[in-house]
């Protein structure tokens, strides 16, 4: 989705001409549509490789181009395990 002062925008990034034009407009663009589902990246690994890289690259070449800036969400798996998991189930940060 893409969220201006006017309007919200909801795209799909494969198959949009208007990408290009949009991300001109912007002053920043956030991307978060990744698969961040353990089980799939190991079922389907092309599909995650696809969705979480390889379809995001004309965000990032659009970005790039018209020196927008970009932020690219990881996944939580990255990061491990939260602090939360380590804390005792009846801890307020848990």
């Known amino acids: 989705m893409f969220t201006t002062r006017r309007s919200n925008t909801c795209l799909n990034i494969k198959h949009d001409s208007r990408l290009e034009g949009l991300i001109k407009m912007a002053d920043l663009t956030i991307h978060l549509a990744v698969i961040c589902t353990p089980a799939d990246y190991n079922t389907l690994p092309l599909e995650t490789i696809y969705n979480n890289f390889i379809d995001a690259r004309p965000v990032v070449k659009y970005c790039s181009e018209n020196n927008k800036r970009l932020i690219h969400f990881s996944t939580c798996e990255v990061y491990g395990k939260t602090t ?6 009846d801890h307020p940060l848990a």
């Open 84 to 89: 939360g998991s380590f804390l005792p189930k």
